[in-house]
């Protein structure tokens, strides 16, 4: 067990918090069918210091209790907790060290966006959800091997591209951040989603795609409009 100690309260009380948030997302996942097993993953950014909180490795979804979620620094180091780290925590890490407007990281392996990143095809944006949640396509990052900072790499460099909170990492699956651990784990829902319903209209011909300036219109709305504020 590794268990560093966290002298500032704020940080002691915010990381109690995410260890319930974090694993209370995680049923989401299965819940959605967005994943297998103990396949994908959630992490959460903690406030005040340079930690984040996610699930262990290969722990199956109704093992994943506050108690056994593990928080790591942001070179993806165990600083407390009685497991290993997901696989994938690297990835994570590196995209919370070079985008700070990042709260949250979901990760699965939802079946109709893995199949589009099988094929490294964009997601084109054909859907007024797509616009509203994405901003335009839903684009391709690069082919990385897992367990060093690789996938973080690819989806830093793909996200400064694009307006988009969801990547569909080559041969692989899709990531998804937001200003929150929930607001990535919406979009990870979302992305299966969109990805679906234009698989099936393919299937029936080719859709047609939604105006540049239209996209942004609906994609303003959303963002700053819709919704309770």
């Given amino acids: 067990m ?11 009380d915010a990381i109690a918090r995410l ?4 694993a209370a997302l995680h049923a989401e996942l299965p ?10 993953n959630v992490s959460a950014r903690v406030p005040g210091a340079d930690l984040l909180v996610i699930k262990p490795s290969g722990v199956r979804y109704d093992e994943l209790t506050p108690e056994a979620m593990v928080v790591c620094d942001f070179d993806g180091q165990l600083v407390q907790g009685e497991r290993a780290p997901s696989s994938d925590t690297a990835a994570h890490a590196y995209v919370y060290r070079h985008l700070p407007e990042v709260g949250g990281v979901v990760h699965t392996h939802s079946t109709y966006a893995t199949a589009w990143a099988a094929r490294r095809e964009p997601i ?8 509203d949640e994405f901003g335009g396509d839903i684009p391709v990052g690069p082919f990385a091997v897992i367990g060093d900072d690789s996938i973080g790499r690819g989806l830093v460099e793909t996200l400064a591209g694009t307006r988009s909170r969801a990547v569909l990492m080559a041969n692989h699956g899709p990531f998804t951040v937001g ?6 784990v919406k979009s990870a829902v979302m992305c299966e989603e969109v990805a679906r319903t234009v ?9 047609t795609p939604i105006e540049p300036a239209l996209i942004d219109s609906l994609h303003d709305r959303y963002q700053n409009v819709y919704g309770q504020r």
Avoid: S
């Fill in 2 to 12: 590794t268990d560093q100690p966290v002298t500032d309260t704020g940080v002691r």
């Fill in 19 to 22: 260890r319930v948030e974090v």
């Fill in 31 to 40: 819940a959605n069918d967005l994943v297998v097993w103990t396949a994908g």
């Fill in 124 to 131: 084109p944006c054909v859907l007024t959800m797509m616009a």
């Fill in 179 to 184: 200003p929150t651990a929930k607001a990535a």
């Fill in 199 to 207: 698989h099936i209209a393919r299937q029936l011909g080719e859709p």
